[in-house]
T-cell receptor
Framework: LAKTTQPISMDSYEGQEVNITCSHN???????ITWYQQFPSQGPRFIIQ???TKVTNEVASLFIPADRKSSTLSLPRVSLSDTAVYYC?????????????FGTGTRLTVIP | SAVISQKPSRDICQRGTSLTIQCQVD?????MFWYRQQPGQSLTLIAT?????????ESGFVIDKFPISRPNLTFSTLTVSNMSPEDSSIYLC????????????FGPGTRLTVL
């Protein structure tokens, strides 16, 4: 399993852009990088997935450098409702959930 | 997207008893997954449940402790057997959202407290 390392926690003020970086030094060729968001008392929710360069959707952007050993989740203009735990996972999408590893996650707190 | 429900949402159980958690999906899915999330911790995959075959367990989890049923393509159960306080956790089921993505839909979880 490809392991990931992310900051345990981050604080941000409302309206700011938040960047959460994840390290995955042993990422394999077939692995994609996926981010999930989890609110208290809920199951995780898929945010975004990418392989290389940049991916953007209506919620976030994902930046992946050429060596793919790290990735950065960017949340534009966060609000209080973005307070959650964010998990970075790497794995082969065709290999099933048993090749995914939920690390410690980053607890983001958005401050008014 | 798939809508997943779990029953019960929470329970408090006595040591040595067993609890069966139900997971219902509103569409047919091939694989269902069971996770455990201990308080303040991350998620750990317990097993993968395919319809019509025995579940595949991850390292550290055994069928005698966590028997799983998968009678059809929309339903699965996880039993936590002979419980101890160390089994106090949130148990979540999930399904794959789409091929080619590491995207899963998760249920709301079952919060289990063992006294």
């Amino acid at each position: 399993l490809a392991k990931t390392t992310q900051p345990i926690s981050m604080d941000s003020y409302e309206g700011q852009e938040v960047n959460i970086t994840c390290s995955h030094n042993n990422i394999a060729t077939n692995d994609y990088i996926t981010w999930y968001q989890q609110f208290p008392s809920q199951g995780p929710r898929f945010i975004i997935q990418g392989y290389k360069t940049k991916v953007t959707n209506e919620v976030a952007s994902l930046f992946i450098p050429a060596d793919r050993k790290s990735s950065t989740l960017s949340l534009p203009r966060v609000s209080l409702s973005d307070t959650a735990v964010y998990y970075c996972l790497v794995g082969d999408p065709l290999a099933g959930a048993n090749n995914l590893f939920f690390g410690t996650g980053t607890r983001l707190t958005v401050i008014p | 997207s798939a809508v997943i429900s779990q029953k019960p949402s929470r329970d408090i159980c006595q040591r040595g008893t067993s609890l069966t958690i139900q997971c219902q999906v509103d569409s047919q899915v091939t694989m269902m997954f069971w996770y455990r999330q201990q308080p303040g911790q991350s998620l750990t995959l317990i097993a993968t449940a395919n319809q019509g075959s025995e579940a595949t367990y991850e390292s550290g989890f055994v069928i005698d402790k966590f028997p799983i049923s998968r009678p059809n393509l929309t339903f699965s159960t996880l039993t936590v057997s002979n419980m101890s306080p160390e089994d106090s956790s949130i148990y979540l089921c999930s399904v794959e959202a789409r091929m080619g993505y590491n995207e899963q839909f998760f249920g709301p979880g079952t919060r289990l407290t063992v006294l």
